[in-house]
């Protein structure tokens, strides 16, 4: 069309295509003749070829496309959009699944927006691999944002000079890499990820993905955004096709309206956490599972849009693959706070698209009554344990939970909107005003140095240091563990409440006996001025400096800053215009950064394989490859795979980190053990239980099995994103067809896999599990690869086979 709005202001000559969804959506609408859910007609608005493409939610695996004319690229561009559902097809339409790299740029000509959002952490492997691929340029808009590498010591400015210092290798390769191959990048101190892609890059009806779980945020703009794995960012960046397996939907139908939290019916702190903290607890870390939940109803016009982005955020807490809401005037307030006002108004000429249509049909719908809402904590050690705040105090008793609270912690990318640090604020600064101070630690994380330098200027960030609060870096710091933590030693059980997200056993401070619980912003500051679990600041008093009795009245806050966004220092690094005589720096010396050898392709027949080990219960990416002290090896595949699987429990012992290695009868390490088998040429599996991978996105967990010589991960079922990571990397990722299955198995067990001379989608699999005592259990083993994914396996991973095709 002639509408040309740019998608950012950051960048030039891309642009928002809301024309292409609707001419998709009229192919759509007269092949499927019923309502559509507004997550519908986004994805499939977003469709490679709406003619042909199956249609099924929770069956077909959607091949998605950008969304508007680019001019990015290296080729200069005419402003005209070569329908994509044409040039799409001829570059794309081979045998289903496989995608074709485009062997020049082809594509520059009409190539699009599908937004590729990276963190530091994952960037490295994301950019080391994209950089094994042999391509000149990203072939979308990217950007890379440096937030979590910065450890939280002492207070945000010291944090993060340290922080460059220690990382510079890292900061410097990715400074490098980003200008090299086209793609922004967010200096160290400009903030998290999620935060500057709200406030930058997120506008209503877009399709992004990002590498890191909670890329969902963005859903509060009204954006499908989805967190992946640094694999399927490169492909993404390679311009081929994204795959998703056609989401379930789940409706959540907000009705009813906020209340203060002192009114009497149901008191109420910020109603957007405890609106997920409710949904969590109902749907459980595996409800959302395959699904995107979209929020609708009357009740979405009393939530900030920043408030969305918290609700949509945490919606990665329940596994979903993304959340979402609807285009509303609440975003049209953000967007033009951001200074956005032309995408508010091309987005409400095409409202009708940005909405569900009546009577859509949705696979789940949850009701949530606003007025009835009581606000929650969750936990400890997992996000979905929600007990509302009346019940609270005799959970901690019954379960003898620490009551003293030891630290507070606000903000992050969860929570830490101006409004959410202007209610904290206004809390602390009633709490001082009566003479009390604060019984516990209490730190302050900006999601941006727009958001820091906005609520140093307006005085938020003065009422949180005069009542003693600690202001952290932009960045992740204790949210993702880097935190060096020094009131409790490791071991000892003490209890924390973060208005963070996620709260897995030892996240925050690599102390398994921390028992982390996570709050409204709201909640989490007036605890820190009791001290105590069992205070509910909603009915109970503390007292003054006076003597008298306090009781804290209804937090307060501006939605968005009234004197507008101060943008503070610019962090910002655009590609530059020369990129040829970049070089990217990359040292061979370096434990940190490595550049990667190719997996070889699959060959033999897998037979008498070992289990490395038999995992029991829970077993998250943080346990397969943990974060904290790690996270600096994640561009060196070799040392970072000295942590592979250390979490897991080994089913035959209860321990972590000890497995017999079956072929010498020894015990060790299970990295220690894997490396044996790979040096004798043995490979090797791992036996699993439900939701394994579930938790982050890194491809880490994935890559790292891979590394050490394994060939599959069996397990009762699957997280997605690490699913797909592992078959990425060319690993087998399977389930038992009969759950119960898994207790057949033995860790001591040789066994056997059968069927991969005629691998082939929905054709099951068979295990032989070979017993000591000599006899044999034959199982049946589902898979979801689709045929594109095992030509993946078959050549030893998705990077594999984009070189050959690269090479032609
Ligand atoms: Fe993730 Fe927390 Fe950072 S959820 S993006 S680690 S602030």
Redesign the pocket.
């Known amino acids: 069309g002639d509408t040309k709005v740019p998608m950012s202001l950051l960048e030039k000559g891309a642009y928002i295509n809301y024309q292409r969804i609707e001419d998709n959506l009229v192919v759509v609408r007269e092949r499927l003749r019923r309502p559509l859910t507004l997550s519908e007609k986004i994805l499939y608005g977003h469709l490679d070829d709406p003619h042909g493409q199956d249609i099924e939610r929770g069956v077909s695996y959607l091949k998605l496309r950008p969304d508007a004319c680019s001019d990015t690229g290296i080729v200069v561009l005419s402003a005209v959009c070569v329908p994509m559902a044409l040039v799409g097809v001829k570059l794309f339409a081979s045998s289903p699944g496989v995608p074709i790299f485009p062997p020049q740029r082809v594509t520059d000509h009409f190539s699009a927006p599908q937004r590729v959002a990276c963190?530091d952490a994952t960037a490295q492997m994301a950019l080391l691999q994209f950089m094994s691929a042999g391509m000149p340029t990203a072939a979308v808009p990217t950007t890379v944002h440096c937030?979590?590498l910065i450890e939280a010591q002492v207070g945000g400015v010291k944090d993060l000079a340290r922080a460059i210092s220690i990382n510079k290798e890292v900061y410097d390769f990715l400074a490098t890499a980003t200008a090299k191959y086209g793609l922004g990048f967010w200096k160290p101190g400009s903030g998290?990820?999620?935060q500057i892609i709200l406030e930058n890059y997120a506008f209503p009806g877009g399709l992004m993905i990002g590498t890191?779980?909670?890329t969902p945020n963005a859903g509060g703009l009204g954006m499908i955004a989805c967190g992946v794995g640094g694999a399927d960012a490169v492909d993404v960046m390679a311009d081929i096709p994204w795959e998703l397996k056609c989401p379930k939907v789940i409706g959540v139908n907000l009705t009813g309206k906020i209340s203060g939290w002192t009114t009497p019916k149901v008191p109420h702190t910020d109603l957007e956490k405890d609106v997920i903290l409710k949904v969590a607890g109902i749907l459980t870390v595996k409800g959302g599972t395959g699904a995107i939940v979209e929020y609708k109803g009357p009740g979405v016009e009393s939530l900030s849009c920043t408030g969305m982005a918290t609700i949509c955020?945490m919606g990665?807490e329940i596994g979903a693959t993304t959340s979402m809401f609807p285009f509303n005037s609440r975003m049209v307030d953000y967007l033009n706070a951001t200074k956005r006002p032309d995408i508010a108004k091309y987005a409400t000429q095409f409202a009708h698209n940005l909405k569900a249509d009546e009577n859509a049909e949705y696979d789940q719908v949850i009701e949530i009554n606003l007025s009835e809402l009581e606000p929650h904590i969750n936990g400890p050690f997992t996000p979905d344990l929600a007990t509302p705040i009346s019940l609270f105090a005799s959970e901690v008793k019954k379960n003898g939970w620490p009551d003293e609270l030891k630290v507070a912690l606000i903000?992050?990318?969860?929570n830490s909107s101006y409004e959410d640090m202007s209610r904290s604020a206004s809390i602390a600064k009633e709490a001082a005003s009566h003479g009390i101070e604060l019984k516990s630690k209490f730190t302050i994380?900006p999601?941006s140095e727009q958001v820091r330098a906005t609520i140093e200027r307006d005085g938020q960030i003065g009422v949180f240091e005069e009542v003693g609060g600690v202001v952290l870096a932009n960045?992740?710091?204790p949210?993702?563990g880097q935190w060096d933590r020094k009131d409790v030693e490791k071991g000892v059980a003490n209890s924390i409440i973060t208005s963070?997200?996620?709260n897995f056993t030892g996240r925050n401070d690599a102390n398994p006996a921390t028992h982390a619980f996570v709050a409204s912003p709201d909640i989490v500051t007036a605890m820190a001025f009791s001290g105590s679990l069992s205070f509910n600041p909603l009915t109970d008093s503390l007292t003054g400096s006076d003597g008298k009795p306090f009781k804290f009245s209804d937090p307060t806050g501006n939605e968005l800053p009234p004197r507008g966004y101060d943008p503070g220092e610019d962090t910002f690094q655009p590609p530059p215009s020369d990129r040829a005589s970049v070089q990217v720096a990359v040292d061979p010396k370096s434990d940190r950064l490595q550049l990667l050898k190719p997996f070889q392709p699959f060959s033999g027949e897998p037979k008498d394989l070992p289990i490395l080990i038999k995992v029991k219960g829970k077993c998250t990416t943080d346990h397969i490859s943990a974060g904290g002290p790690w996270l600096k090896y994640r561009g060196h595949l070799e040392n970072i795979s000295q942590n592979c699987l250390i979490g897991a429990i080994n089913s035959e012992n209860g321990e972590a980190n000890n497995v017999k290695n079956q072929l010498t009868g020894e015990w060790g390490g299970v990295p220690k053990v894997a490396a044996q088998y790979r040096e004798k040429g043995v490979k090797w599996v791992v036996i699993g239980d439900s939701n394994y991978g579930e938790g982050?996105s890194r491809e880490h967990a994935a890559l790292e099995p891979r590394f050490l010589g394994g060939l599959a991960i069996i397990v009762r079922s699957f997280a997605r994103i690490h699913e797909t990571n592992l078959k990425k990397q060319g690993m087998l990722a399977l389930t038992f067809v009969e759950p119960a299955d898994y207790d057949k198995i033995q860790p001591s067990d040789r066994v056997d896999i059968e069927g991969l001379d005629s691998f082939a989608p929905g054709k099951n699999l068979t295990l032989v599990a070979k017993h000591e005592d000599g006899s044999k259990d034959e199982i049946a083993l589902a898979h979801s690869f689709n045929e594109g994914q095992i030509a993946w396996f078959k050549a030893g991973s998705a990077l594999n086979l984009m070189a050959t095709k690269a090479k032609g």
């Not at 903000?411 to 969860?414: D, M």
């Open positions: 963190q937030d979590h998290i990820i999620h890191d779980s909670h955020n990665a903000g992050s990318c969860t994380t999601g960045a992740c710091g949210c993702i963070y997200n996620r982050s």
